[in-house]
């Protein structure tokens, strides 16, 4: 069991930065990729961001790139999402996920196993 508990959201103008958190728990091992996503209001669950820690390969979503960084202190068994020139269309609920049993990130939700509880970014214009 993996235990996942994001922090960091609020409310920005758009232009400006918020760093996202995940607090990881419940094994020893935590060797998995791990994923942001994001889902707004009748829009479909989407990927931001992964990073696989050993060789600490990331991967990011079309729309962020050069803009958000995926990162993570691994002896913390933290995630981190640094989020810079926010836009309103960042706007969502952002989730932090884990794939334990797997060696590389999906960008498909539905191969995650385990979810934060989200935490909503809201940007206004």
């Known amino acids: 069991q993996v235990q996942l508990v994001e922090s960091g959201g609020g409310l920005v103008q758009a232009g400006g930065s918020l760093r996202l958190s995940c607090a990881a728990s419940g094994r020893a091992d935590s060797n998995y990729p791990m994923a942001w996503f994001r889902q707004a209001p009748g829009k479909e669950r989407e990927f931001v961001a992964g990073?696989?820690?050993?060789?600490?390969?990331?991967y990011y979503g079309d729309s962020v790139k050069g803009r958000f960084t995926i990162s993570g202190d691994n002896a913390k068994n933290t995630l981190y999402l640094q989020m810079n020139s926010l836009k309103p269309e960042d706007t969502a609920v952002y989730y932090c996920?884990?794939?334990?049993?797997?060696?590389?990130?999906?960008?498909?939700?539905?191969?995650?196993?385990?979810w934060g509880q989200g935490t909503q970014v809201t940007v206004s214009a």
């Open positions: 996920a884990a794939r334990t049993g797997a060696y590389d990130i999906d960008y498909y939700a539905r191969h995650y196993n385990y």
């Open positions: 990073i696989v820690w050993f060789g600490q390969r990331t």
